[in-house]
């Protein structure tokens, strides 16, 4: 098991964790983060656009946790306050995101504070 800062600052947040496909994980994860002044904790809040411009991972809330491999936004899955026995596709090493708007640079600049996630090994 292991404990992960997730800071809404940064894009990636190196989990130091390498997983295998077939692999499978629970996720639960919990406090409060800000983007810019709009306070949610793990789930996000609900805003389907900000100022004409989309989170990274569309169709999900804003700051809703997300994770992907290898900085892959192709690879991105949904994790919110928890997810469990979710089974890897492929290989990589794991990062876990706020679901903030990529289109400039700002927009994750303006994020504030973090939150902490529980990554478990199931199988
Ligand atoms: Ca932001």
């Given at each position: 098991?292991?404990?992960?800062?997730?800071?809404?600052?940064?894009?990636?947040?190196?989990?130091?964790?390498?997983?295998?496909?077939?692999?499978?994980?629970?996720?639960?994860?919990?406090?409060?983060?800000w983007?810019?002044?709009?306070?949610?904790?793990?789930?996000?809040?609900?805003?389907?656009?900000?100022?004409?411009?989309?989170?990274?991972?569309?169709?999900?809330?804003?700051?809703?946790l997300?994770?992907?491999?290898?900085?892959?936004?192709?690879?991105?899955?949904?994790?919110g306050?928890?997810?469990?026995?979710?089974?890897?596709?492929?290989?990589?090493?794991?990062?876990l995101?706020?679901?903030?708007?990529?289109?400039?640079d700002?927009?994750?600049?303006?994020?504030?504070?973090?939150?902490?996630?529980?990554?478990?090994?199931?199988?």
């Amino acid at each position: 098991m292991k404990t992960i800062k997730v800071i809404s600052k940064i894009r990636f947040n190196d989990t130091v964790i390498d997983v295998a496909a077939g692999e499978k994980y629970d996720f639960c994860a919990n406090g409060t983060w800000w983007d810019l002044f709009i306070p949610s904790g793990p789930n996000g809040f609900m805003l389907k656009s900000i100022m004409g411009t989309f989170p990274v991972v569309k169709g999900v809330p804003y700051f809703k946790l997300c994770g992907c491999l290898d900085k892959d936004y192709d690879t991105a899955f949904v994790i919110g306050r928890k997810l469990l026995n979710y089974e890897f596709k492929q290989n990589g090493r794991l990062y876990l995101f706020a679901n903030d708007s990529i289109d400039k640079d700002k927009y994750y600049k303006n994020n504030r504070g973090s939150i902490k996630a529980i990554i478990r090994k199931v199988k």
